[in-house]
C-alpha cells in the first residue's frame, strides 16, 4: 500500500509539473511575454524525473520493465516524450517545443491515472531480454513519433500566419520554420530506426507477440516508412512533411488499443 501511494504521488505530482509548465508559458504568452526558461524548464525536468522514480518503482515490483498494461504504456511514452524533448529541442532551438509538448503529456498521463491498477504479482517467468528491448524501442519510438506530431502542429501554425498575413503574438514566439523542418526530418528518422530495431528484436523473441500486435505495429511502420520513402525521394515539401508527420500519428494512437 506504501508503493502504491508513492507510485500515484509521483505519477500525480509528475502529471501536475507538466500541467503547471503549460499554464505559466500560456499565461506568459497572453500578456506578450516570455515565461522564465529556467522555470518551464525546470518544471519539466522535475516531472520528467518523477516520471523515471515511478517507473522505478513499478519496475522493482513487476521484476521486469514496466510495460505490462495499458497504463504503464501511457506513461512509459509520456516518459520518452520528456526524454527525447531534452535531447532534441536544445539542438534545433526548440525552445517552445515544451509549451507544446507538456499538454500532450498531461493528457496522457491524466488518462493513465484513470486507468492507474495495482500490481498483480504472478508466478516468476525467466526473463527474456529481447522482449524487453521490443517493447522499449517500440514505445520510445512512439514518443519519438509524438515530438514529430508536435514539430508538425508548430510548423503548421507557422505556415498559417505567413499565408493569412496576420502575424499574432504566438507566431513571435514560433521557431524558424527550418527549425522546424529540420526537426521534423530526424524525429521521422529517429523514430522508424528504432522502430525497426524494435521489430527486428522481436524476430529473436522465444514466443513470437501475438499476431494483432504485430499487425498493428508493422501498420505503424509502414505507415512512417512511406513518409520517409517519399521524403527521400523529395515527393513532399515542408509543407506536406508537417502534415504527413501530424497524420501519422494516427496510427500509434490506434495501435494503443492493440499492444
Known amino acids: 500500500h506504501i508503493l502504491l501511494s508513492m507510485e500515484s504521488a509521483l505519477l500525480i505530482a509528475s502529471t501536475a509539473c507538466f500541467l503547471i509548465a503549460c499554464v505559466i508559458s500560456w ?85 493513465a491515472l484513470f486507468l492507474q491498477h495495482p500490481v498483480v504479482i504472478t508466478a516468476p517467468r525467466p526473463p527474456d531480454y529481447w522482449v524487453e528491448l521490443h517493447a522499449a524501442l517500440a514505445l520510445i519510438s512512439y514518443g519519438t513519433f509524438a515530438l514529430a506530431f508536435v514539430a508538425g502542429v508548430m510548423f503548421l501554425l507557422q505556415d498559417r500566419y505567413l499565408r493569412s498575413g496576420r502575424l499574432g503574438d504566438l507566431f513571435y514566439q514560433l521557431p524558424p520554420v527550418h527549425y522546424l523542418t529540420q526537426a521534423i526530418g530526424r524525429l521521422l528518422w529517429l523514430g522508424f530506426l528504432l522502430l525497426t530495431i524494435g521489430i527486428l528484436a522481436a524476430l529473436k523473441m522465444e514466443r513470437m507477440p501475438e499476431t494483432h500486435k504485430l499487425i498493428a505495429i508493422s501498420l505503424v511502420w509502414l505507415a512512417y516508412g512511406i513518409v520517409i520513402a517519399m521524403k527521400l525521394a523529395r515527393r513532399v515539401g515542408a509543407r506536406r512533411l508537417a502534415t504527413a508527420a501530424v497524420v501519422a500519428f494516427a496510427f500509434p494512437i490506434l495501435s494503443y488499443w492493440f499492444i
Open 27 to 111: 499565461r506568459a504568452l497572453r500578456q506578450q511575454r516570455r515565461a522564465p526558461a529556467w522555470l518551464r524548464i525546470g518544471l519539466m525536468a522535475t516531472g520528467f524525473a518523477m516520471q523515471s522514480g515511478f517507473l522505478y518503482i513499478r519496475g522493482q515490483e513487476l521484476g521486469r520493465c514496466p510495460m505490462t498494461s495499458g497504463f504503464e504504456i501511457l506513461v512509459f511514452v509520456s516518459w520518452a516524450m520528456a526524454l527525447i524533448y531534452f535531447v532534441v529541442g536544445p539542438a534545433f532551438h526548440l525552445s517552445l517545443l515544451g509549451f507544446f509538448t507538456a499538454p500532450l503529456i498531461a493528457v496522457f498521463q491524466g488518462v
